[in-house]
């Protein structure tokens, strides 16, 4: 998997200069990228947010879309890091298949809290979806949500091999997992713009999980 640091090193690269400069410059563009969505996030915005002239910012990053992409991978991989991680400490030992696949549901969902600002990204990105650079959209989406499906894939499989879940299909059914179980929150909050009450969230998440008990258990035929 890619680390946040290795991503950030696909950022692509300036004359050497001050290092805190070149840092303040990524920092805004991701502050004004989650404000204000991909087209307003100007060379010209990004100069004002970081407090330097715009040819500054041309000398560190002479691309500035390419910037943005940058951006938006490393914020893409620190929450599929982060959700890799959820995956292997709810998956590593299961002792009770409902409840543990609802802790898995909730955990799921931390990064909407912990990374507030990806996801206000990812509202602007969902929105512009039609106007943006397909290299950015197919970048995005291979760096962080097919990335976190995959782990979640890996680690499914091997609790199926432990007939656990009766599971052939690691992928579709990873993919089902995260559909049944907490999309329904992420969808109906708007990725977290509008939480929803725990109780409201708690039902959600536990009626997925029987859903996917009932596809998966480790008596289905699959």
């Given at each position: 998997m890619a680390t946040p640091q290795a991503t950030i090193e696909r950022l692509p690269a300036g004359p050497t200069g001050r290092d805190g400069e070149r840092r303040d410059i990524v920092r805004a563009?991701?502050?004004?990228?989650?404000?204000?969505?991909?087209?307003?996030?100007t060379a010209e915005a990004t100069a004002a947010e970081a407090g330097v002239g715009t040819n500054v910012v041309a000398r560190h990053f002479p691309d500035h879309e390419q910037l943005l992409l940058g951006v938006l991978l490393d914020s893409s991989a620190s929450v599929a890091a982060c959700l890799a991680a959820v995956a292997e400490s709810h998956l590593a030992e299961l002792t009770d298949l409902r409840a543990d696949l609802i802790a898995l549901g909730r955990a799921w969902l931390a990064p909407l809290e912990a990374f507030r600002e990806h996801f206000a990204i990812v509202r602007h990105i969902s929105a512009?979806?039609?106007?943006?650079?397909?290299?950015?959209?197919?970048?995005?989406?291979a760096t962080g949500p097919r990335q976190a499906r995959r782990e979640l894939a890996r680690r499914l499989r091997q609790v199926a091999d432990r007939g656990l879940l009766g599971i052939t299909d690691a992928d579709q059914a990873a993919e089902r997992f995260i559909l049944l179980v907490p999309s329904s929150v992420v969808q109906r909050s708007f990725h977290g713009a509008l939480p929803l009450g725990r109780q409201e969230e708690d039902a959600l998440i536990a009626d997925g999980?029987?859903?996917?008990?009932?596809?998966?258990?480790?008596?289905?035929?699959r």
């Open positions: 563009a991701r502050t004004v990228l989650a404000r204000e969505g991909w087209r307003r996030c512009e979806v039609t106007t943006l650079p397909a290299e950015a959209v197919d970048k995005w989406q999980v029987d859903d996917f008990i009932r596809l998966y258990g480790p008596t289905a035929s």
